[in-house]
């Protein structure tokens, strides 16, 4: 019972990352805000709902499993939105005007 | 119809600071008009101008009347389909009954819909497999830099990219390589190998090895790729992994139609070496997969190989 309520509230939680996420992806106007907001999906919402499953489903080989894919998510998501970033700073030639600290 | 209010109030709120972005710029009318002034410099532009208008009627009429014979055709087509789930439907009590109960004695493969993309509808699979080797032909086609297609600008433009990509370091990206392309390649190996036993297959398998190259391209950059992975490995590969899966299927419909013996052996179930055709084909599919992944890739962003 204590269990499945922590699950709840973690997978409610990892849904309430990705709708801010989403909502950010919209509001934003700038490259390096946008993917500050798309990137909480792919660490925060993911480890939340991966966690929120493990704990509803019991541990096991499906666990590790799901373990996996969300090291494999934490090594390629920064590393994309690490990439979009160093394209916006080398192909941009106003990029000073978006960023106050230089 | 208008939206009602809040429902454009959302919009406004959800769109935020995008908005000022999407309104026109004032600096677009005037590239548009400068345009036509040069376009209208040389040259009589009424004549052409009318002739060009004149095309594009035409070629809007006739794709438009292209659209209402393909859907009269299709909508017939759709009139004469046999009504699903009655009890007389063949599709409902023998095809698929066959395919489970003998499936795996016919063929031998513990999959079944490996069974059935790459024995039964095996015609349809290659099908797919030529569709795949069309589209990268016709990107190549459309793409590929040669003299017709390429200027001394893009050229410049092209180095001057290299130039700005290589100055600016590119660590994170390598060392994440290191560790993923193994993984990566072994993991689309292990499922192109096992595609009779369980689930993934040529498709699957394939487009793992073609991210793959990609994310290799990436790291270090198209020259290091060029090493194994040129212009002539790719076209003898893609070409190879095609005529291979003909050469296959035809010797299955023949063999098959003509109650021959087929000299692939099943084997038994669930060992790697075992039903007969369908290791060697999803290899064959997981190579042209692979190839016109990283072809797309590499053709829309350079142009070559």
Request: net charge neutral; charged share 15%; hydrophobic share 45%.
């Amino acid at each position: 019972m204590i269990l499945n309520t922590v699950a709840a509230v973690l997978i409610g939680f990892g849904t309430l990352c990705c709708v801010i996420s989403i909502i950010g992806i919209y509001r934003f106007d700038y490259v390096l805000t946008r993917i500050h907001a798309a990137a909480i999906v792919d660490t925060l919402g993911t480890l939340c709902i991966f966690l929120g499953i493990i704990l509803l489903k019991g541990f096991g080989w499906g666990s590790i499993k799901i373990l996996l894919i969300l090291a494999f998510q934490w090594i390629t998501g920064p590393v994309s939105t690490h990439r979009i970033s160093r394209v916006e700073v080398i192909t941009n030639p106003y990029f000073d005007e978006h960023c106050e600290v230089k | 119809m208008k939206a009602p209010k809040w429902y454009r109030k959302l919009e406004q709120w959800v769109e935020g600071d995008a908005r000022d972005l999407k309104e026109p710029k004032a600096h677009d009318e005037s590239i548009t008009e400068s345009t036509r002034k040069i376009e209208n410099h040389n040259g009589p532009s009424l004549i052409r101008a009318s002739r060009s208008e004149l095309i594009s009627a035409v070629s809007r009429i006739s794709a438009v009347i292209c659209c209402f014979v393909l859907l009269v055709v299709m909508m017939f087509t759709v009139a004469f389909m046999p009504t699903t789930s009655t009890e007389s439907n063949v599709t409902m009590n023998e095809t698929a009954k066959r395919y489970i109960e003998q499936g795996m004695d016919e063929v031998g493969a513990t999959n079944l819909v490996a069974n059935i993309i790459l024995v039964y509808r095996g015609f349809d699979t290659y099908g797919e497999s030529c569709v795949l080797f069309l589209g990268a032909t016709a990107v190549i086609m459309l793409l590929a830099n040669d003299r017709k297609n390429e200027t001394e600008k893009d050229r410049a433009a092209q180095r001057l990219s290299d130039k700005l990509d290589a100055k600016i370091p590119n660590q994170v990206l390598v060392d994440v390589t290191k560790v993923l392309m193994p993984v990566l390649l072994l993991y689309g190996a292990y499922i192109l190998c096992n595609g009779h036993l369980s689930p993934g297959g040529g498709f699957a398998g394939g487009s793992l090895i073609g991210g793959a190259m990609i994310l290799c391209e990436n790291a270090y950059g198209v020259n290091k790729v060029r090493t194994f992975f040129g212009h002539t490995v790719y076209h003898a590969v893609k070409v190879g992994a095609l005529v291979f899966y003909a050469a296959l299927i035809m010797y299955t419909i023949f063999v098959g139609s003509n109650g021959l013996e087929n000299i692939f052996p099943k084997g038994t179930p669930g060992s790697l070496l075992s039903a007969g055709i369908i290791l060697p084909i999803n290899i064959a599919v997981g190579l042209e997969v692979a190839c016109t992944m990283y072809a797309f890739y590499t053709y829309f962003v350079r142009g070559e190989l």
